[in-house]
């Protein structure tokens, strides 16, 4: 793995499984840290804010400070920005993440379909029968339909349990419009959050346990793309089908190697 001077770096299933902290996380951070090298956790989940992601992870004994934390609602908050400026309405589908997020560029959140400029859907496990109208009128009257991601399921231990595309496909069925997704594997929050590294698109890379969310978001946006074996499973011709940069077995592998590196670039 040569000349890798910025991480983007999935969450589930790469840093930690469930609440177990995957072997080497803790010290890959500390490398990074100590390195001085721009990283940041890229999540598809839209639910949390970056303290409670920290804080979960400072639980397990990892940390990371919540600047190092880009979840897919920050990453549309900030394409929404850039696209639209500030001040508009929006109708929401989600939860505590994607509110703050929405609030922080100064959008306005209105409960009511005819308002809305704006339908913006993330997971939300609250969700009515009366949101999903709501939300399905404001996309037929022309507002505009954001997805911040479309993950089919959240994993448990018990089972899969609906995720954010589960919702997204019910507006979508109903209305017969795509939405504009911003997560993985689209490469939009990867472009997001390319930009907050600050670091070249051929020396920047993407460390996950998906093929197709994370090796593919990589591959798409055009940055290199290095997978982990952790996490989801994955087959041999799979692994080839997507052919990611480098694989290592997991995250603590990867660390070792770029604590080599290092040691070869100062002797
Ligand atoms: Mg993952």
New binding site residues.
């Given amino acids: 793995m040569v000349d890798i001077e910025g991480f983007l770096i ?5 840093v930690y499984l469930g609440d177990t902290p995957i072997d080497g996380a803790d010290g890959f951070f500390r490398t990074l840290e100590q390195n001085e090298t721009p990283y940041l956790l890229l ?1 598809n989940n839209s639910t949390q804010t970056p303290l409670k992601i920290a804080n979960k992870l400072k639980s397990m004994g990892i940390r990371v400070r919540p600047e190092h934390i880009y979840t897919s609602a920050m990453a549309t908050g900030d394409f929404l920005r850039q696209e639209y400026g500030e001040k508009r309405k929006a109708f929401v589908i989600g939860e505590e993440g994607l509110l703050e997020s929405l609030l922080s560029i100064n959008w306005q959140l209105v409960e009511n379909e005819n308002e809305a400029e704006f339908v913006i859907v993330g997971l939300d496990r609250k969700l009515t029968y009366e949101k999903l109208e709501r939300a399905s009128l404001a996309v037929q009257q022309g507002a505009k339909f954001i997805a911040c991601n479309t993950d089919s399921y959240l994993p448990t231990p018990y089972g899969f349990l609906p995720g954010s595309g589960a919702i997204v496909c019910a507006i979508e069925t109903t209305t017969g419009v795509k939405p504009k997704v911003i997560g993985k594997p689209e490469p939009i929050i990867i472009e997001e959050a390319l930009s907050q590294l600050g670091t070249p698109k051929e020396k920047t890379a993407i460390v ?3 093929l197709e ?2 090796i593919e978001a990589g591959k798409r946006a055009g940055i290199k793309t290095i997978l982990v074996l952790t ?2 499973k994955k087959e041999e011709r799979e692994i080839k089908k997507y052919n990611p940069d480098y694989v290592f077995k997991d995250i603590g592998e990867l660390w070792r190697d770029f604590l080599k590196q290092r040691k070869n670039l100062l002797f």
Avoid: H
Wanted: glycine share 24%; charged share 40%.
């Fill in positions: 999935d969450l589930d299933g790469t999540t996950g346990d998906r969310t994370d996490g989801a």
